[in-house]
């Protein structure tokens, strides 16, 4: 049997190694501390952690999503939910459960109209506009998808340069093949950071849009 959850929740990052735990850790604490049970999912680097069950999410109050990158919130659909960035869920935990389980808090819908109105005022405050906000997740997602090419292909290069500077350089006197190999490696790396960028953001305005 699922265990129940008076709240639930989900937190993610561009980078999805430090804000996303944060945000975890301070909502769940909050909520300990306010009496209440709460349980967090992540969308880090490495994936998703603690996911959410249909039956965890049926049986909640009330939802906080509090990230940057989409958490496929339309899950929480039925739901009063309050969706701010993932800073919010490390500054201010406790005024976030507090208007999730507001009477005045809409239910949310799983579409762009309905996610307009169960953002409401947090959205506005945060990001100007509830289509602001859409716009500005939408590009955190995107990059948070760009980052492994670019960290990859970066240590790759750096790697390479570990035979001197000008080791890639077939003219030059520095110049070794295995080091060449990872330059280039790294290199193609690199250039699919705008590609994987271009291709995720479009999905993800799509997936929004209902």
């Not at 405050?125 to 997740?137: E, Q, V």
Request: aromatic fraction near 6%.
């Amino acid at each position: 049997m699922a265990e129940k959850y008076d709240l639930i929740g989900a937190t993610g990052c561009a980078t999805g190694i430090v804000h996303t735990y944060m945000a975890q850790e301070a909502l769940e604490n909050a909520a300990k501390k306010m009496g209440y049970t709460m349980k967090v999912e992540t969308h880090g680097q490495t994936g998703v952690d603690d996911p959410l069950t249909p039956e965890e999410i049926s049986n909640a109050k009330a939802g906080v999503v509090a990230s940057d990158v989409d958490v496929d919130a339309d899950r929480f659909a039925g739901k009063k939910v309050v969706q701010v960035p993932v800073a919010d869920g490390i500054k201010e935990p406790e005024n976030l459960i507090n208007r999730a389980l507001a009477d005045s808090t809409p239910v949310f819908k799983a579409n762009l109209a309905g996610r307009a109105q169960s953002a409401g005022t947090a959205a506005a405050a945060s990001s100007g506009t509830s289509f602001w906000h859409l716009i500005y997740t939408s590009l955190m997602n995107g990059i948070s998808h760009m980052l492994p090419f670019v960290v990859a292909g970066g240590v790759l290069m750096a790697i390479s340069m570990f035979w001197g500077i000008d080791s890639a350089n077939v003219k030059s006197s520095q110049y070794n093949a295995f080091a060449a190999m990872l330059n280039t490696i790294g290199s193609t790396s690199m250039n699919l950071r705008c590609p994987s960028w271009a291709a995720t953001l479009p999905r993800r305005l799509r997936s929004a849009a209902g």
